[in-house]
């Protein structure tokens, strides 16, 4: 005989069912828009990637031939992910590097700390287009940093900064770094000041030098710290567009051409939708390899 | 009989309700879009150039013209800037957001939009305005596609050699007529630390197209160019690829903007050739607008481009680089119609005004000298009269803006960099640009060109 199932739930899965619901309630205002301005156009993304749209004339499904194009025939799609990758190396280090030296000389100035965070982190909150503008300036070979180079006799260092395919991308890099790595800086700072400083005396007593202080409690203790800054740099980096779009314009000759610039640039200039969606879809499962590589790392144990 | 008395009270307010939801929701439109009857009209129309003297001057002339003559229908101009431009109205048009009438840059930008059914077929129009007597033939029927005219063209435009006068009277200078002059002259000026071509393209990597333009005319010549844009020789031909080499040459000498053309907006070269470090621009006839603000202390000309090859005679590469185009989606089809219709009246009333809206507004009519205001520029009568007259002979080349199919045109001004820096050759280029061309060959999408005079 089947055993008989309660006719009435207790208060206590009541209450429960109830909690449940409210938060539910709470949450479903915000996956209902995150649905319509995320989950929607991402469908339309993946379904438009399989065909010739071109934003005016009606779609015609075409398989998989924009996926075969982009891996066999776009060579422009490899370079700009190359130099996706190139961006993505030089983030993950050259900004954390800035970032987590000047944080703890920061920390340790027993005055102006205000002033100093101030500074370093104030390029942060300029536009990107205008810091863009400004580099183009200063880049600019015949009246800029060329110029006081050659002023000072030092000619040799003036090159052609955004002309020159072998270094247009670093110099863009550069721009960008002068204007991201006070925001490493401060989420630095901000843990690096959550760190109880005995135990920081404790190590001086047992007589722990700073170096030693710094690799064995220091870098352990912001581990977190570092796993967030390293998957944000990684996904924003492959997700870069603003500087390449105002500075060269993904050139000269393709050479700092991101993958952003080159979907924006198949989808507007050349008018085809349904391939730069193909390219879209293409960048998001590659950003999504960062995404499990860290989820991965964070089920293995690691602090992330 | 019933009697206004007989409305209750609940239904005349309800009435009222909605007659005043309908005011206050949406006043402009209740009396702007009533049609029929004399009643106003209101048309959007949407161009592609926000500079404040253009604007000023389309509202001042074209728009006020148009509307003293039909006062019931009000023109509401929208002005993006071009980049925008390419973005917002396609969206627009797909949204059914779009404007009643349009710029485009030319008739090859159109198709897409055409073929989803957003532009509207104007060959009954042509006849009955008499467009057809009026605007060139080989510029009216530009804008035929797939065996309909979908446009008219509103400013053509040509390249042509801008130069320092005074530094060419200084050192003895005459403007180029051949590939060995213009080289020769091009050395003495590097020699005296002066910049020959300023140029630029780190804004806009498709800018490239002025000097492919150049360069294909130059040397190819606009028959035989002609001949390769109609697919009776392909873009391999030995000659076409000389032309690049040429181009090349001249990039390499330094020529060019010293070879930092990719480190440079075309804003900073033009800053270089004020500043008189470089001597020339090989630039549109849309820079009469500016060119007397940049040289404001020269004195500067305006001559024809030398050619490259024995043989080949001086013709101006003429192209349409503005269009009109109306919404197949506009409630008002005839206020449209007779809009488009203001931009071909009257020569002599187009010539008091038309040299304030340089680059958006030239139409391909035929005009006189006696047609322009006596304040407009002599180089810019002179420089029209000369297209005009060119055009009329059959003597023009072609602008790769204009003539080309959208795709080849898209691969070789964002691939010829590519070359110049040595990461593709000729060859590879051209190769390409076969193969692009023949698709959009097979697909349709290769516009007939008008065949020049031999």
Not at chain 2, 82 to 96: C, E
Not at chain 2, 250 to 259: E, F, P, R, S, V
Not at chain 2, 270 to 294: E, F, H, K, P, Y
Not at chain 2, 425 to 431: I, N, P, R, S, W
Request: hydrophobic share 45%; with cysteine.
């Amino acid at each position: 005989m089947a055993q008989a199932v309660p006719a009435t739930a207790g208060p206590r899965d009541l209450r429960r069912m109830q909690r449940r619901l409210l938060g539910c309630a709470f949450v479903a205002p915000a996956i209902a828009v995150h649905l319509f301005v995320v989950g929607l156009p991402a469908l339309a993304a993946l379904g438009l990637s399989l065909t010739d749209w071109d934003g005016l004339r009606l779609p015609r499904f075409i398989g998989l031939a924009n996926f075969d194009e982009l891996i066999h025939r776009d060579g422009v799609f490899w370079q700009a992910f190359v130099n996706n990758l190139h961006w993505t190396a030089v983030f993950l280090t050259v900004p954390v590097a800035l970032g987590l030296g000047t944080a703890v000389m920061i920390s340790r100035a027993s005055r102006l700390q205000t002033v100093y965070r101030v500074v370093f982190f104030l390029p942060y909150v300029f536009a990107s287009v205008v810091v863009s503008r400004i580099f183009g300036f200063i880049y600019n070979p015949f009246y800029g940093v060329n110029k006081l180079f050659r002023n000072w006799g030092l000619g040799f260092l003036a090159q052609s900064w955004l002309g020159d395919p072998g270094i247009a991308l670093y110099s863009v890099m550069a721009a960008d770094v002068w204007h991201f790595w006070g925001f490493d800086m401060v989420v630095f700072l901000a843990a690096l000041q959550q760190i109880d400083p005995s135990l920081y005396e404790a190590a001086t007593i047992d007589g722990a030098g700073g170096w030693r202080r710094f690799r064995h409690m220091t870098v352990p203790l912001l581990r977190p710290t570092f796993g967030f800054i390293l998957m944000m740099t990684a996904l924003w980096s492959f997700l870069t567009f603003d500087y390449v779009y105002v500075m060269t314009g993904g050139g000269p000759a393709h050479s700092t051409e991101l993958m952003a610039t080159w979907i924006i640039g198949t989808a507007v200039e050349a008018r085809r939708a349904g391939y730069a969606s193909a390219l879209a879809v293409t960048l998001t499962l590659l950003s999504s390899v960062i995404i499990v590589g860290f989820l991965y790392l964070r089920r293995r144990g690691v602090e992330v | 009989m019933k009697t206004l008395t007989a409305i209750n009270r609940r239904q005349f307010l309800s009435g009222m309700a909605v007659a005043g939801a309908g005011l206050a929701l949406s006043p402009r439109d209740v009396f702007a879009q009533q049609a029929p009857g004399g009643a106003s009209v209101k048309l959007t129309y949407w161009i592609e150039n926000p500079a404040a003297p253009i604007v000023a001057a389309i509202k001042d002339h074209l728009i006020t013209g148009f509307e003293q003559r039909y006062p019931n229908v009000k023109i509401e101009l929208a002005a993006y800037p071009g980049s925008d431009f390419r973005r917002i109205l396609p969206t627009a048009l797909a949204a059914g957001t779009g404007p009643d009438v349009f710029n485009e840059f030319g008739a090859s930008y159109l198709p897409p939009a055409i073929d989803g059914g957003y532009v509207l077929p104007l060959d009954d129009a042509v006849r009955k305005y008499g467009w057809d007597k009026k605007i060139w033939k080989w510029a009216l029927e530009s804008g035929r596609y797939k065996g309909k005219i979908y446009s008219v063209p509103t400013a053509y435009e040509s390249v042509h050699l801008y130069y320092n006068r005074d530094l060419f009277d200084k050192n003895g200078w005459k403007p180029p007529t051949n590939w060995a002059e213009l080289t020769v002259l091009c050395k003495d000026m590097k020699d005296k630390k002066l910049i020959p071509f300023a140029f630029g393209v780190r804004d806009r990597v498709s800018r490239w197209d002025w000097w492919l333009t150049y360069t294909f005319n130059a040397y190819a010549g606009n028959y035989l160019l002609w001949e390769v844009l109609s697919a009776k020789r392909p873009w391999t031909d030995p000659v076409i690829a000389e032309a690049i080499n040429r181009l090349d040459q001249l990039w390499q000498a330094g020529y060019i903007m010293d070879k930092q053309t990719s480190a440079l907006t075309h804003d900073d070269a033009l800053g270089v050739w004020s500043n008189q470090d470089a001597v020339m621009l090989m630039d549109g006839t849309w820079r009469l607008s500016n060119a007397g603000i940049l040289a404001k202390n020269f004195k500067w000309g305006i001559t024809k481009l030398p050619m490259w090859r024995d043989g080949i005679k001086w013709t101006p590469a003429i192209g349409i680089g503005e269009i009109l185009a109306i919404n197949a989606k506009t409630k008002y089809q005839e206020q449209a119609l007779q809009f488009m219709d203001r931009f071909f009246w009257d020569p002599k009333e187009l010539g008091q005004w038309m040299h304030k809206v340089v680059g958006l507004f030239i139409p391909p009519i035929d005009m006189k000298r006696e047609d322009f205001v006596k304040d407009a520029s002599p180089e810019f009568v002179n420089t029209h009269l000369d297209l005009i007259e060119s055009s009329r002979k059959g003597d023009f080349g072609f602008l790769m803006w204009t003539s080309w199919p959208a795709q080849t045109s898209k691969f070789q001004v964002e691939n010829i960099d590519a070359v110049l820096l040595r990461k593709m050759t000729t060859k590879e280029y051209l190769e390409k640009s076969q193969e692009i061309f023949t698709k959009e060959l097979k697909d349709g999408l290769v516009a007939p060109v008008p065949e020049p005079a031999r």
